[in-house]
C-alpha cells in the first residue's frame, strides 16, 4: 500500500511541474503555486490576462476572451472542476476558496434574443459569436468561500468574508460576513466575527499559539 500511495505522490508532484512548465511563458505567477492535475488555463494572448498570486493551488479550469482577465489572491484556493471565465474581469481576493464545480462568468456569453443567437450559429465561421452577450466584471472579496457547485453571475461582488452556500445561483452582490444560499441566493444568517486583515499572514509561532489555544478551549467546552 505504501508503494501505491508513494508512486501516486510522485505522480501529483511531477503533474505540478509539467504545469508549470507548460505555463510558465503564458500566466504571470507571483509567487510559488501549486498547478495540480487538472489545472488548466485557456484563451491567453498575454500573460498580463493571467496574474496567479503566490501560494495559490489550482484544480480548476481559469478562461479568458481577447480583452479578459483574471486576477487571483495570495493563496487562494481554486477547487477540482471549477469553472472560472473572464470577458471582461475576474478578480478573487487572498485567502479565498472556491469550491470543486463552482462556476464563474462574467458574460452570458449570447443574447436573450433568438434572433442573435441564431446570428451566432450562423456565422461562426465569420468569426461572430456572442452578438449582443452583456458582459459586467466579478469581484470576489478576501477570505471569502464560495461553496461546491454554486454559480457566480455577471457583475456580481461577493464581500470580505462571505459565504455562499453549496448549489447557490448568486445573482445580486453578497455583503460581507453573511452566508447565502438557494435560488437565487438570499441572505440566510450574518456572522458576527472579527474583520481580517487580508494582508496579515500569522507565523508559524502565532499558528501554533492560535492551534493550541482553540484547541484546549474546544475541549474545555465539551466537558
Not at 487572498?94 to 462574467?106: C, L, T
Not at 448549489?167 to 460581507?176: G, H, M, S, Y
Not at 438557494?182 to 487580508?198: L, S, Y
Not at 501554533?208 to 484547541?215: R, W, Y
Request: charged fraction near 25%; glycine fraction near 8%.
Amino acid at each position: 500500500m505504501k508503494i501505491f500511495t508513494d508512486a501516486l505522490y510522485q505522480l501529483h508532484m511531477l503533474c505540478r511541474r509539467i504545469n508549470r512548465l507548460l505555463y510558465r511563458n503564458k500566466v504571470t505567477f507571483k509567487g510559488n503555486v501549486y498547478l495540480n492535475f487538472g489545472a488548466l488555463f485557456l484563451g491567453m494572448q498575454k500573460k498580463s490576462q493571467m496574474i496567479i498570486g503566490k501560494n495559490v493551488d489550482v484544480n480548476g479550469c481559469l478562461s479568458v476572451g481577447k480583452k479578459g482577465k483574471i486576477v487571483v489572491g495570495d493563496y487562494a484556493l481554486i477547487g477540482p472542476r471549477a469553472m472560472i471565465q473572464a470577458q471582461d474581469k475576474v478578480e478573487i481576493g487572498r485567502f479565498s476558496y472556491i469550491g470543486p464545480d463552482v462556476f464563474i462568468s462574467d458574460s452570458n456569453s449570447h443574447s436573450i434574443y433568438a434572433k442573435d443567437r441564431m446570428i451566432d450559429v450562423l456565422g461562426v465561421e465569420k468569426g461572430i459569436s456572442g452578438l449582443n452577450a452583456v458582459t459586467k466584471p466579478i469581484k470576489i472579496g478576501h477570505h471569502a468561500w464560495i461553496a461546491r457547485r454554486a454559480m457566480i453571475m455577471k457583475g456580481i461582488t461577493i464581500g470580505d468574508r462571505a459565504i455562499v452556500a453549496a448549489n447557490a445561483v448568486v445573482t445580486k452582490d453578497v455583503p460581507p460576513d453573511t452566508i447565502v444560499g438557494g435560488n437565487p441566493a438570499k441572505i440566510i444568517k450574518t456572522i458576527d466575527q472579527e474583520p481580517v486583515n487580508p494582508d496579515e499572514i500569522l507565523s508559524p509561532e502565532e499558528l501554533q499559539a492560535k492551534l493550541s489555544k482553540d484547541t484546549l478551549s474546544t475541549i474545555w467546552n465539551k466537558k
